[in-house]
């Protein structure tokens, strides 16, 4: 189901890169989540404020437009009948074409004939996962003083937030997808001067997670289990330790 809204989402970053404005960063690609609609969401798309969303609720993509929203069931549906449903839709809302491409890649390849299948259990235990990112992002800036976005970028699905502390640190966190590194969905800290990841081998031992300074220098901790008390308490100590 991971990989399924992984692919999902890249409809939405399609929508970003076809409708907004190219920034460097590709910050027009990246995504919402909202905790009340459950659902991702693209950066506006017109200036009426046209937006395209992932609902996990209902496994659908909605598109949300003044004169009218108009959505589309995911289960059962495949790759080329989608993208059907996607060029219909900004013709009839916008007058624009969508297009399917990107400048990057992704661990997992896409053909017209692949199929959507809803898992209900296992779709919820994704909301809810970023639900709790969500807010434990929220109150980890808020209790230390911090000023952020929260996005999720489409290219590694990773959920995160970036604050610049000084001249000499800036430090992203965040929750990660399963990777080569750790095998389930974990939280995330790394400290930067520059473009340069900080040295991590001279800190003290965390409470919760554990320092990584071998190719990713930073902190993570796995998702598992964790609530939202925990996941602050493992980003404030990280953070107050890169303050050091």
Same mark, same amino acid.
């Given at each position: 189901?991971?990989?399924?809204?992984?692919?999902?989402?890249?409809?939405?970053?399609? /929508?970003?890169?076809?409708?907004?404005? +190219?920034?460097?960063? $590709?910050? &027009?690609?990246? !995504?919402?989540? *909202?905790? %009340?609609?459950?659902?991702?969401?693209?950066?506006?798309?017109?200036?009426?404020?046209?937006?395209?969303?992932?609902?996990?609720?209902?496994?659908?993509?909605?598109?949300?437009?003044?004169?009218?929203?108009?959505?589309?069931?995911?289960?059962?549906?495949?790759?080329?009948?989608?993208?059907?449903?996607?060029?219909?839709? /900004?013709?009839?809302?916008?007058?624009? +074409?969508?297009?399917? $491409?990107? &400048?990057?890649? !992704?661990?997992? *390849?896409? %053909?017209?004939?692949?199929?959507?299948?809803?898992?209900?259990?296992?779709?919820?235990?994704?909301?809810?996962?970023?639900?709790?990112?969500?807010?434990?992002?929220?109150?980890?800036?808020?209790?230390?003083?911090?000023?952020?976005?929260?996005?999720?970028?489409?290219?590694?699905?990773?959920?995160?937030?970036?604050?610049?502390?000084?001249?000499?640190?800036?430090?992203?966190?965040?929750?990660?997808?399963?990777?080569?590194?750790?095998?389930?969905?974990?939280?995330?800290?790394?400290?930067?001067?520059?473009?340069?990841?900080?040295?991590?081998?001279?800190?003290?031992?965390?409470?919760?997670?554990?320092?990584?300074?071998?190719?990713?220098?930073?902190?993570?901790?796995?998702?598992?289990?964790?609530?939202?008390?925990?996941?602050?308490?493992?980003?404030?100590?990280?953070?107050?330790?890169?303050?050091?």
């Amino acid at each position: 189901m991971e990989k399924m809204m992984h692919l999902a989402a890249q409809y939405l970053a399609a /929508a970003g890169i076809s409708f907004v404005e +190219k920034k460097a960063d $590709d910050s &027009h690609t990246n !995504l919402e989540w *909202s905790n %009340d609609k459950q659902r991702l969401e693209t950066h506006p798309l017109s200036i009426d404020g046209d937006v395209l969303a992932l609902n996990y609720n209902t496994f659908s993509l909605e598109w949300e437009s003044p004169e009218n929203n108009t959505s589309f069931t995911l289960d059962g549906k495949t790759h080329q009948q989608v993208l059907e449903w996607l060029t219909n839709s /900004a013709d009839s809302f916008l007058g624009k +074409k969508y297009t399917y $491409d990107f &400048h990057y890649d !992704l661990p997992y *390849s896409i %053909d017209d004939s692949f199929t959507f299948v809803l898992d209900g259990s296992k779709l919820k235990e994704l909301a809810d996962l970023r639900t709790l990112t969500q807010s434990s992002l929220e109150k980890t800036l808020a209790v230390n003083g911090l000023a952020s976005d929260i996005r999720i970028w489409p290219h590694h699905f990773d959920s995160g937030a970036y604050v610049v502390i000084s001249d000499d640190l800036s430090i992203g966190f965040g929750l990660a997808v399963p990777d080569t590194m750790i095998n389930e969905h974990y939280f995330y800290i790394s400290g930067y001067k520059g473009h340069s990841g900080l040295d991590t081998s001279k800190f003290d031992s965390l409470s919760l997670g554990e320092w990584k300074n071998e190719g990713f220098k930073g902190a993570v901790l796995p998702a598992t289990n964790i609530n939202e008390e925990q996941a602050v308490q493992f980003f404030t100590e990280a953070i107050n330790t890169y303050k050091k």
